[in-house]
């Protein structure tokens, strides 16, 4: 509810979009996790420079996402999200 009042339903779909994203290239045991240019990251989600700043670090606030920006060698961003593998289990333990 907090990312879509602060950033309405484009900022709803960018969580489920980064969510989605990090399950696709899961594996069994490991967190979800990817390093990617601040560039690929912004063909992925559609979204500006500065918009995707304001995403990720209103994301990592709320400890949605584990967020970590390097500017060296390409501004690479990792975008992390530990609890998908606990949700993946439970979902998988349910079936």
């Given at each position: 509810?907090?990312?879509?009042?602060?950033?309405?339903?484009?900022?709803?779909?960018?969580?489920?979009?980064?969510?989605?994203f990090l399950g696709e290239k899961m594996t069994k045991n490991d967190p979800p996790s990817?390093?990617?240019?601040?560039?690929?990251?912004?063909?992925?989600?559609?979204?500006?420079?500065?918009?995707?700043?304001?995403?990720?670090?209103?994301?990592?606030?709320?400890?949605?996402?584990?967020?970590?920006?390097?500017?060296?060698?390409?501004?690479?961003?990792?975008?992390?999200?530990?609890?998908?593998?606990?949700?993946?289990?439970?979902?998988?333990?349910?079936?």
């Amino acid at each position: 509810m907090q990312v879509q009042e602060q950033f309405g339903l484009e900022g709803y779909g960018f969580f489920w979009l980064i969510l989605e994203f990090l399950g696709e290239k899961m594996t069994k045991n490991d967190p979800p996790s990817m390093s990617l240019s601040a560039g690929n990251w912004k063909k992925i989600t559609g979204v500006s420079a500065k918009k995707l700043q304001l995403f990720l670090a209103f994301l990592s606030e709320l400890k949605l996402f584990d967020i970590k920006f390097e500017e060296k060698p390409s501004k690479m961003i990792t975008i992390s999200c530990d609890n998908l593998l606990k949700f993946k289990d439970e979902y998988t333990g349910r079936k």
